[in-house]
């Protein structure tokens, strides 16, 4: 089974600035056949159900601002906030599919410094 | 609009059963994948099990193989989760979402409200 480790487990960051959440996955999730990496970035506010920012590793999903981008492959992922706001506050995860079972990361608490 | 509504949580004892149900609406249900992920108090997200769009395919977490069944009725848009042999473990706040695309690659672009489990005795 493919264990995804995120880092760090939290992090606070000043209005504006730039925010880094790392996934680590135990084995690759790049799929050699179509050169796609299998990974995805959900964000959760409290009291929400998770909403999905970036699937193919850096791939936004529509209506996603701009600010948020996704980067990496095989087993080393990052999801970077180029400049934080207010309502980027969130539990962030990220989620191979590559194969099942399917594995989120422990999540990365964001908030502001 | 779509949306995704959970119900059937309970309080339950241990050993017991309870039966999640999750009404679809807004979007053509039986061509797309769905799936059930809950969430322990205050814990991180857990993948629980994934039903394919004709029901064809199913799988499952280790820790709930052999106790819980997933299914669906693609004829009344509703997806289920049959839990049996509950465990304290099993506590938490159960999502059904939806594959986003439809063509078998499994990250989900809409979740329910969720519905709460307790067992305890």
């Known amino acids: 089974d493919i264990v995804m480790t995120q880092s760090p487990d939290s992090l606070a960051v000043s209005l504006g600035e730039r925010a880094t959440i790392n996934c680590k996955s135990s084995q690759s999730v790049l799929y050699s056949s179509n050169n796609k990496n299998y990974l995805a970035w959900y964000q959760q506010k409290p009291g929400q159900p998770p909403k999905l920012l970036i699937y193919?590793?850096?791939t936004r999903e529509s209506g996603v601002p701009d600010r948020f981008s996704g980067s990496g492959s095989g087993t080393d992922f990052t999801l970077t906030i180029s400049s934080l706001q207010a309502e980027d506050v969130a539990v962030y995860y990220c989620?191979?599919?590559?194969?099942?079972?399917?594995?989120f990361g422990q999540g990365t608490r964001l908030d502001v410094k | 609009e779509m949306q995704l509504l959970e119900s059937g949580g309970d309080l339950v004892q241990p050993g017991g059963s309870l039966t999640l149900s999750c009404a679809a609406s807004?979007?053509?249900?039986?061509?797309?994948?769905m799936t059930w992920v809950r969430q322990a108090p205050g814990k991180g997200l857990e993948w629980v099990s994934i039903?394919?769009?004709?029901?064809?395919?199913?799988y499952y977490a280790d820790s709930v193989k052999g106790r819980f069944t997933i299914s669906r009725d693609n004829s009344k848009n509703t997806l289920y989760l049959q839990m049996d042999s509950l465990r304290a473990e099993d506590t938490g706040l159960y999502y059904c979402a939806k594959e986003r695309d439809g063509r078998s690659y499994w990250f989900f672009d809409l979740w329910g409200r969720g519905t709460l489990v307790t067992v305890s005795s």
């Open positions: 193919w590793a850096s």
């Open positions: 039903i394919s769009g004709g029901s064809g395919s199913t």
């Open positions: 807004g979007f053509t249900f039986r061509n797309y994948a």
């Open positions: 989620q191979h599919y590559y194969s099942t079972p399917f594995a």
